[in-house]
């Protein structure tokens, strides 16, 4: 059993930065593909980012790709989004969510964090 945990959004103004955390507890956590996701009310979710196991191998949404970075360090326990060059359209709640290494579902998400951009 994984639980994760974000921190981190905010307000802030178009082209600032923000770094979003994602805390999980379970020993196995360090075994777990991970991955970014993003919500606006009335649309479905869309991925943004995601991260292997080891932290070798990130993928990024072509919306998101060289303003965005995903990283982790397994020792804490703890997944990072760090989001530069804001734009009004990043505006949404931003989810972490764990998958075992063998499998394409994600079965532990968080709550999610409120990330605003004004313009």
């Known amino acids: 059993q994984v639980q994760l945990v974000e921190s981190g959004g905010g307000l802030v103004q178009a082209g600032g930065s923000l770094r979003l955390s994602c805390a999980a507890s379970?020993?196995?956590?360090?075994?777990?593909?991970v991955g970014w996701f993003r919500q606006t009310p009335g649309n479905e979710r869309e991925f943004v980012a995601r991260i292997s196991w080891s932290g070798a191998i990130t993928y990024y949404a072509d919306s998101v790709k060289g303003r965005f970075t995903i990283s982790r360090v397994n020792a804490n326990n703890t997944v990072y989004l760090q989001m530069n060059s804001l734009k009004p359209e990043d505006t949404a709640v931003y989810t972490c969510?764990?998958?075992?290494?063998?499998?394409?579902?994600?079965?532990?998400w968080g709550q999610g964090t409120q990330v605003t951009v004004s313009s």
């Open positions: 379970g020993r196995t956590f360090s075994s777990h593909n």
């Open positions: 969510a764990a998958r075992t290494r063998l499998s394409s579902e994600y079965l532990y």
